[in-house]
T-cell receptor, first 112, second 114 residues
Framework: NAGVTQTPKFQVLKTGQSMTLQCAQD?????MYWYRQDPGMGLRLIYY???????DKGEVPNGYNVSRLNKREFSLRLESAAPSQTSVYFCASKLGGTDTQYFGPGTRLTVL | AQTVTQSQPEMSVQEAETVTLSCTYD???????LFWYKQPPSRQMILVIR??????QNATENRFSVNFQKAAKSFSLKISDSQLGDTAMYFC???????????FGTGTSLTVIP
């Protein structure tokens, strides 16, 4: 099992460009999450999907959109990147009815 | 509002010694789970230990143990016999039950000194 995978690992964008961060899990988990990690801020939830077909906003959803493509995949899209979105992005998943999240390796995104 | 506070941004400990990382949280929920995650320089988030709020017994995983004080809303992590590989950022987190949203603290950077 690969667990939770994220692509790409690194990305540099110019202000105004768009991109999609991909996340996939092979653990048959129901819930998936997108976080951003900034120095001194810990992990902040952007969006989550409790189950296939549903998505909900987290603490910092502005400037982002998500798609739960199927049970395995949960993508995060930046339509018009801004320097404030420079961060490390983590995807996570957990099995419904349990409480433990499993994290991907993260994507370091820089917006110039 | 649900919040998690880690008041120690940085800590250090001598190899083989014991260190305790602090975490407090605020919630109106009675049932929840608490976690400590470790993030080494590789950036990977690794689960260290978890505690169920309805269990009074403190969780233990090898050299890692917690001191869970529900009334005080405190959840500290004790690392015994510290090793160089314990050098990492440590995050405290919780999830209310029922619920799907996790809440994280801002982290404590731990350095183990040889």
């Amino acid at each position: 099992n690969a667990g939770v995978t994220q692509t790409p690992k690194f990305q540099v964008l110019k202000t105004g460009q768009s991109m999609t961060l991909q996340c996939a899990q092979d653990m048959n988990h129901n819930s998936m999450y997108w976080y951003r990690q900034d120095p001194g801020m810990g992990l902040r939830l952007i969006y989550y999907s409790a189950s296939e077909g549903t998505t909900d906003k987290g603490e910092v959803p502005n400037g982002y959109n998500v798609s739960r493509l199927n049970k395995r995949e949960f993508s995060l899209r930046l339509e018009s990147a801004a320097p404030s979105q420079t961060s490390v992005y983590f995807c996570a998943s957990k099995l419904g009815g349990t409480d433990t999240q499993y994290f991907g390796p993260g994507t370091r995104l820089t917006v110039l | 509002a649900q919040t998690v506070t880690q008041s120690q941004p940085e800590m250090s400990v001598q190899e083989a010694e014991t260190v305790t990382l602090s975490c407090t949280y605020d919630t109106s929920e009675n049932n929840y789970y608490l976690f400590w995650y470790k993030q080494p320089p590789s950036r990977q988030m690794i689960l260290v230990i978890r505690q169920e709020a309805y269990k009074q017994q403190n969780a233990t995983e090898n050299r890692f143990s917690v001191n869970f004080q529900k009334a005080a809303k405190s959840f500290s992590l004790k690392i015994s016999d510290s090793q160089l590989g314990d050098t990492a950022m440590y995050f405290c987190a919780f999830i209310p039950r029922p619920g799907n949203q996790f809440y994280f603290g801002t982290g404590t950077s731990l350095t183990v000194i040889p």
